[in-house]
């Protein structure tokens, strides 16, 4: 084996043990009663989050636009073990929602331990043909609704020791083509909540803020977009799923999930001109 490849080995090594042996020990009790709230739960990564906790046996509501889906997410997190289940369909682009969603979670739960913030809206994966109207649209679903609930949720995650976890993108990191407007939210998302962190941080506050990097994850409206364009893996969302709930209670600040979204997101600030090569020949794409 050449030299290069042995340093580059061994840095993926070192880099995949940082991340692991850093990560406590998760307590599955912790979760059992646990005042939970998840939002973009009618599908996805977010369905999946509620299956969880209710295995754990939390107490849930989750939220989303679509009612009958909401319905029978419902009825599964029941037969699951959930120890309460409420529904409340909303729209987070709405202006009055977003609020109307965590005093629910609020008068339904008695409080709240876990805010999960996880929706997106459904967004095109194509190049940027100037549509500042949807990017507008997009920003309140995926960015003001986040920071609105965020601010609502603040005062009884204080007093319950509770934590704040943030689904984000590996595109909060780092610029990909075909998807600028939405890779804007999550930008904001990881700037808004970083700088939050520390001010929580500083006022020794009890809660935690957890911020997700996630690479793709099969979801149906991920796979939709980019099967037969791009060729990177993806990964399971009830795994995805799960290692967002263990990172937020064992309040750990970062995930990244894959792993190796961590040396993705180092790559581009150690080798810029290398990633970007890469970045930009991993799409089958024909101006
Ligand atoms: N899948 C991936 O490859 C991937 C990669 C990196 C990060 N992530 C992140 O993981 C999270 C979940 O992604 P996902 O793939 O599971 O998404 P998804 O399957 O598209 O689900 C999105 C959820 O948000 C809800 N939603 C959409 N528009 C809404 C609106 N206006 N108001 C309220 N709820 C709305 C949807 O339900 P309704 O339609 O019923 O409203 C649905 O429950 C997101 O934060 C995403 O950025 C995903
Ligand atoms: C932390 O929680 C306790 C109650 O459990 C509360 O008295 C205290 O004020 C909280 N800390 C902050 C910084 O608000």
């Not at 995926?142 to 603040?154: D, E, R």
């Not at 909540?193 to 020794?204: I, N, P, R």
């Not at 099967?227 to 799923?241: E, F, M, R, W």
Request: with cysteine.
């Amino acid at each position: 084996m050449g030299t290069l490849k042995k340093i580059v080995l061994a840095s993926l090594c070192v880099a995949f043990l940082a991340v692991k042996w850093t990560v406590p020990r998760f307590d599955a009790e912790s979760l059992r009663g646990a005042k939970v709230l998840v939002t973009g739960a009618s599908t996805g990564i977010g369905e999946q989050m509620a299956y969880h906790y209710a295995r754990f046996g939390a107490q849930v509501v989750i939220t989303a636009r679509r009612e009958k889906v909401l319905q029978q997410v419902t009825e599964k997190c029941l037969s699951l073990g959930a120890q309460k289940v409420f529904y409340i369909a909303a729209d987070m682009a709405s202006e009055s929602d977003p609020e109307k969603v965590v005093d629910f979670a609020l008068e339904k739960l008695g409080g709240l331990d876990y805010l999960v913030l996880n929706h997106i809206g459904p967004s095109p994966f194509s190049t940027w043909k100037g549509d500042v109207e949807h990017t507008r649209w997009l920003m309140k679903v995926n960015f003001f609704s986040y920071i609105q609930m965020a601010w609502k949720a603040l005062a009884s995650l204080e007093q319950s020791k509770g934590s704040l976890v943030v689904v984000s993108s590996l595109l909060g990191k780092m610029s990909s083509p075909f998807v600028a407007p939405y890779t804007a939210t999550k930008f904001a998302l990881n700037g808004f909540f970083g700088s939050l962190y520390h001010e929580l941080a500083m006022k020794k506050s009890n809660i935690s803020i957890s911020i997700c990097t996630l690479g793709l994850i099969d979801t149906d409206s991920a796979m939709e977009k980019v099967s037969g364009v791009t060729k990177v893996p993806a990964y399971p969302a009830s795994d995805a799923a799960l290692n967002i709930i263990i990172t937020g209670a064992t309040r750990q600040l970062e995930l990244f999930y894959p792993w190796f979204t961590y040396i993705v997101a180092l790559s581009k600030d150690w080798f810029p001109s290398v990633t970007n090569h890469i970045i930009q020949n991993s799409y089958n794409y024909s101006p």
